[in-house]
């Protein structure tokens, strides 16, 4: 690619990812440069939903909770195998709010985002209906409501595909050293974790570097900002799944806070987050014992089936780089995002994201480039919302019927193994198992849905190059091997990457 790349984009989580997909596809020729895996911070450590956020509705920010809410529907038609459909059961407490205003929210919820593919509210009587089962005698009412789940991490690397079949070049493990205006450009020292440098040039600067932004601007850039992030960890926990049925439930709890507690891979269950002002290195966020007992208390509050911290299977923790509205309670902070664009007058533009969240990524990095477009004046126009993300061009979004066909055509699988090849690559699958007629083809099995092919697939394809790359964010294999599994793995992929 010739040297100066348009825009060179610091960052390899979903803003960062977002934007140089969004870019690429403008017809920008486009540098990414991630200084870790894609994803390893905040986007593989979140609560896995694509959501409107109900809970904003009580401060009032109903410009983003419409945006979020519309976002399920291009997310859902975009990416069907990794973005799929998620009822919720909001048992009422009345110690919390009243029944009017859940019912007011749940109406503007249904109302405000031109809802389509996804089922209206509806009220539960947890006395008869069998979502209630789960729940305690003391909750007699319920709401349901329908948000999506998605797989985080692999909405990230979706991303970099595309940007890459667009012309985009992927750094993974290369860090900004340093930039510096030049010349009308950006001179930019590029550093890979074997210590190698590389010099490029660009026209224009992205910083979505989520927790690390601030860091970048003044550490890297030598410049700064009037803008800030304000940090929050939220952590989550991994138990047994409980309860019949394939709904979530969201716990009301008496600080105002709400808990999701969602089946998870299969038998497994999902719960969280917690809001906990962070002050520490982002890159050193851990859960601690206060946040286990908070989530466990919680649940036990509704809940038939009690929990304790020894019922924890798996924890993680992440780091939201919130935009800081000097909201005193974190839960209150906006999950909107802002940007700072400086440049102009011969001076190459620097663009930073503050705050944003998942679910808006896509039209975060439109706004992005809408904010970019006096600076590159043969840049086309908006293109992201009508796009399916690699795998998902399936027929009318139909995933159903894909993975009926998908399985049909390939019987020697065993069906949970093909139902993990159809969710996690969608159409791309076919050139996962190219040439494949025997489940002996797949190489070696390394326990549970794990086969050899899979892993070598992710390294030429998808930049994974450790075995938490895949374990822990291209798949959830981890979840399902044994520590002595996870171990045989990692001394192959040691050997193999």
Request: glycine fraction near 8%; charged fraction near 25%; hydrophobic fraction near 40%.
């Amino acid at each position: 690619m010739t040297d100066p790349y348009d825009l060179l984009v610091i960052g390899g989580g979903v803003n960062g990812a977002g934007i140089a997909r969004d870019a690429a596809g403008r017809g920008l020729s486009v540098l990414l440069a991630e200084k870790d895996d894609l994803a390893q911070g905040t986007s593989s450590r979140s609560g896995k939903l694509i959501h409107g956020g109900l809970r904003y509705l009580e401060y009032y920010e109903f410009r983003l909770v419409r945006e979020a809410l519309i976002e399920r529907e291009v997310l859902l038609r975009a990416a069907p195998h990794i973005v799929w459909p998620m009822r919720f059961v909001l048992p009422h407490s009345p110690e919390q709010r009243p029944v009017w205003m859940v019912r007011l929210g749940l109406f503007l919820y249904d109302h405000l985002g031109g809802r389509e593919k996804l089922p209206a509210t509806r009220k539960l009587d947890l006395r008869r209906d069998p979502e209630g089962a789960a729940i305690k005698d003391a909750y007699r009412t319920a709401f349901e409501y329908s948000d999506c789940w998605v797989e985080d991490a692999r909405l990230v690397v979706l991303n970099a595909l595309d940007a890459q079949a667009r012309g985009a070049e992927i750094l993974t493990r290369t860090s900004v050293a340093s930039a510096r205006r030049e010349d009308g450009l950006w001179r930019v020292t590029l550093r890979a974790q074997d210590g190698t440098e590389r010099e490029v040039r660009a026209r224009g600067l992205a910083n979505a570097a989520g927790p690390w932004v601030e860091k970048v601007i003044t550490g890297v850039l030598g410049a700064n900002s009037t803008r800030k992030v304000r940090l929050v960890k939220g952590s989550h926990i991994v138990t047994r799944k409980w309860w019949a049925g394939s709904q979530a439930y969201l716990l009301q709890n008496d600080d105002k806070r709400v808990i999701f507690v969602n089946p998870y891979e299969g038998d497994l269950t999902l719960i969280g987050t917690t809001d906990i002002p962070y002050e520490g290195a982002a890159d050193d966020v851990a859960i601690d014992q206060r946040e286990r007992d908070y989530l466990c208390r919680v649940v036990n509050r509704y809940m038939r089936h009690q929990i304790s911290p020894a019922d924890i299977l798996h924890e993680f923790s992440g780091v939201r780089p919130l935009y800081d509205d000097n909201a005193e309670n974190p839960s209150a902070v906006t999950r909107d995002y802002v940007f700072d664009v400086e440049g102009g007058e011969g001076r190459a533009p620097l663009l930073s994201v503050f705050g944003g969240k998942i679910t808006t990524f896509r039209k975060l990095a439109e706004h992005a480039l809408q904010k970019l477009a006096p600076y590159y004046p043969r840049m086309t126009g908006d293109w992201t919302r009508t796009a399916p993300l690699p795998g998902g061009d399936m027929p009318g979004a139909d995933f159903a019927a894909f993975q009926a066909e998908f399985s049909r055509r390939h019987p020697y699988l065993p069906a949970p193994v093909a139902q993990h090849y159809a969710r996690q690559y969608g159409t791309r699958a076919a050139e996962l198992l190219d040439g494949a007629t025997r489940l002996d083809d797949l190489g070696r099995h390394f326990g549970g849905r794990l086969y050899e092919r899979e892993a070598d697939f992710l390294m030429r394809t998808e930049w994974a190059r450790s075995a938490e790359d895949v374990l822990t964010r291209r798949t959830k294999h981890h979840l399902h091997l044994s520590p002595g599994e996870r171990d045989a793995f990692a001394a192959w992929m040691g050997h193999a990457a």
